[in-house]
């Protein structure tokens, strides 16, 4: 009678268990359980699960009734020889009465309590040996029993059902957490974060992701000789820091992965992930996702380049339009400057209107250093940025017509003026680029200068002058002055028009879409 009460709660406590079991998705919570049920159902002193991986090396080791001091005593976990690797070799249940007894075992480590009787069992799951479980030591009796046999074959196959289920979930876990660690990652370098912020999140992420030691970034050094580890996240990582190579390492380092940083078709540098010596090796996995944050990495490396290219860039391009802008204007504004000084000789006879003269030249040399330091600190000049369009013109017609022998008149279409009000600057620019070509080179005594809108919604500035004319088929050959307006008119959305031959003057026509 004590034995079929036995028997049945034996049923209830594997019924309980298949329960307990399926509505755990802790993988690591699920192996535990598996051991301890195991040992309870047996009624076993000790028992082991070992997870293996492809390479059927043991993954993962837990164990039941050994503490945390046997452990540390033990060491590292079995690599599956003896016993433990003919149970997985057969893939059947294997009992015994007398571990040592068989010539199959090849004995315990120092620090292992000593152990008699065997029972393991394997456990399955998707179709393939997941791992073994080992029960050791039948408590009240040698050996353990047929319904012992029973009862942990049953168990594994409830346990290959919760590890499936759990692998599952963990699967999807991780999956999600490297879409979001590769997203984080993605967005950093869209942001234009620092280079090196970028790889310090690369290895933080692919440390924790792999359950890594200890991960690093190495780059070349300036000349290319040496891997320098520019980034080190884990244990010990501030030794790391800065370590060239080759050179020894720092620290035991155990299982490491090495996975190439690379782009263009060149290799220029590694992503290296690392455990301590005895802990466990990576999986195929774990290379996919170190292979996804080098990638990363080397895309964040080559942003950080194109950036640094396209700095150099901008800052040629900077000081090309500040040439252009020192042309344009402040030279511009000088050469009417000195015009306007050498008409003052004729007025020597009269003090009053030299006196007027030299103010006035004080106040516009006054307004060109203004212009140059606004140059000096990467402004746009702002000689008439608060002025009105229309009044600014006539302005800059006015400075030129003081030292000049040509009369110089404005009119402006209020319309078009009010709508070209955000690019006065750009229009102003090259108002200024034309008039100073006309004063300068026609001979004319008189330039008008138009504003006006148009039927189909443009706006054209027209200079024209009375002048000698040129031949626009050799414009290239007249200095950089109407190059530049061409490309003034260009950046200004429209075109040029050049109208002139010799005799007859000229007329340049800037078309402005609005």
């Not at 598996?34 to 699960?49: F, K, S």
């Not at 057969?90 to 090849?106: E, F």
């Not at 050469?335 to 030249?361: H, I, N």
């Not at 746009?380 to 009369?407: I, M, N, Q, V, Y």
Request: glycine share 10%; proline share 4%.
């Amino acid at each position: 009678m004590a034995s079929e009460l036995d028997a049945a709660k034996r049923r209830e406590l594997l019924v309980r268990a298949g329960l307990a079991l399926a509505s755990e998705l802790s993988l690591p919570a699920v192996l535990q359980k598996i051991v301890d049920l195991a040992c309870r159902v047996t009624r076993a002193r000790y028992g082991a699960l070992a997870v293996y991986g492809p390479d059927r090396r043991i993954q993962e080791f837990v164990t039941h009734g050994v503490t945390a001091a046997e452990r540390e005593a033990i060491g590292a976990p079995p690599e599956g020889k003896g016993l433990l690797g003919a149970l997985l070799l057969g893939g059947r249940p294997l009992r015994l009465a007398s571990i040592p007894a068989d010539r199959r075992s090849t004995g315990f480590p120092p620090g292992h309590p000593p152990m008699t009787s065997f029972l393991g069992v394997p456990i399955a799951t998707g179709g393939r040996a997941f791992g073994n479980l080992y029960l050791t030591d039948k408590v009240g009796a040698p050996k353990f029993t047929d319904d012992d046999e029973w009862a942990a074959a049953t168990l594994s196959r409830q346990a290959g059902v919760a590890v499936e289920n759990a692998t599952r979930y963990r699967e999807t876990q991780v999956a999600r957490r490297r879409l979001e660690a590769a997203n984080e990652v993605t967005e950093a370098i869209l942001e234009g974060r620092d280079t090196l912020d970028v790889l310090r999140m690369i290895a933080r992420r692919a440390r924790e992701l792999v359950g890594a030691t200890i991960a690093t970034v190495a780059t070349p050094d300036r000349n290319g000789d040496e891997l320098v580890l520019r980034v080190a996240d884990g244990d010990r990582a501030e030794e790391l820091l800065g370590t060239r190579f080759p050179a020894g390492r720092i620290g035991d380092i155990g299982p490491t992965l090495f996975v190439p940083l690379a782009g263009r078709g060149r290799v220029f540098g590694a992503i290296t992930v690392a455990n301590r010596i005895g802990e466990n090796p990576f999986s195929t996995d774990d290379v996919t996702v170190v292979q996804t944050f080098a990638g990363q990495a080397a895309v964040a490396l080559e942003y950080a380049r194109i950036q640094e290219e396209l700095q150099r860039l901008a800052l040629a391009e900077e000081r090309e339009r500040i040439a252009k802008e020192l042309h344009d204007d402040v030279i511009q504004s000088l050469f009417a400057e000195g015009m306007a000084l050498q008409a003052a000789e004729a007025m020597v006879d009269d003090p009053e209107a030299m006196t007027a003269r030299l103010s006035s030249a004080v106040d516009h040399i006054d307004r060109v250093i203004r212009d140059l330091r606004s140059y000096i600190f990467g402004l746009r000049p702002g000689a008439f940025a608060d002025r009105h369009l229309d009044g600014a013109l006539r302005a800059l017609a006015e400075g030129f017509a003081e030292g000049g022998a040509a009369s110089i008149t404005v009119e402006a279409d209020p319309e078009a003026v009010s709508r070209l009000a955000g690019r006065a600057s750009d229009v102003l620019q090259a108002a200024r680029e034309a008039i100073s070509n006309a004063v300068r080179h026609s001979g004319g005594e008189h330039v008008s200068v138009t504003l006006a809108g148009t039927e189909d919604g443009a706006a054209v500035l027209e200079i024209e002058d009375n002048g000698k004319g040129f031949d626009p088929s050799i414009i290239g050959e007249r200095g950089q002055g109407l190059l530049n307006l061409r490309a003034r008119a260009e950046a200004l959305g429209g075109d040029l028009a050049i109208d002139s031959e010799p005799g007859r003057g000229s007329r340049l026509r800037i078309r402005i879409p609005l």
